[in-house]
């Protein structure tokens, strides 16, 4: 179809935004001292990987299969995003009695820890992950990651399931 962009810029479209989404959130560490959780982090390494795979996407120009894999690849990557941010927005809106204590940061856990149950303990949460620091429209960051990944995640499996 003439009026859609080809596979190949579709993956610079993901990349484009993956960066930009990446760039907003350096913005508001280094800028605005908004310093992110673990939770955070995580998010921040599944948008890095969706753009990385669909960067990588994008400078291949692979044939149907390739393209294929690729879309699958980027559409991993914004599942585990979504699952992650979800579970941010969840802890988010639990009420302060329930949620978890603060623990150790994540370098911490990253030292001490082998990476298994750092993986675990990150998505148990904690209480600085239910922190609210910043919103936009009723919205928290999290709620918003979780809303780029939904966006990414459908250009992805549309990526993945198109016939041209």
């Given at each position: 179809m003439p009026y859609l962009p080809s596979p190949r810029l579709t993956n610079l479209g993901i990349f484009v935004a993956a960066l930009v989404a990446m760039l907003f959130a350096l913005w508001l560490q280094y800028y605005q001292y908004l310093d992110?959780?673990?939770?955070?982090?995580?998010q921040r390494l599944?948008?890095?990987?969706a753009g990385l795979v669909a960067l990588a996407a994008f400078l291949h120009g692979p044939a149907q299969t390739g393209r294929r894999v690729y879309a699958g690849?980027?559409?991993l990557a914004?599942?585990?995003?979504?699952?992650?941010?979800?579970?941010?927005v969840w802890l988010q809106h639990l009420p302060p009695e329930d949620v978890p204590a603060c623990g150790p940061g994540l370098d911490y856990w990253m030292d001490t820890f082998p990476l298994h149950q750092?993986?675990?303990?990150?998505f148990k949460g904690s209480g600085e992950c239910a922190v609210i620091d910043w919103t936009?429209?009723?919205?928290?960051?999290?709620?918003?990651?979780?809303?780029?990944?939904?966006g990414l995640a459908a250009v992805a499996l549309w990526q993945l399931l198109r016939r041209d």
């Open positions: 992110p959780c673990p939770l955070c982090v995580f599944a948008m890095i990987a690849l980027t559409l914004t599942v585990i995003g979504i699952a992650v941010a979800g579970r941010h750092v993986m675990m303990k990150v936009f429209l009723g919205l928290s960051l999290p709620a918003w990651t979780l809303a780029a990944f939904a």
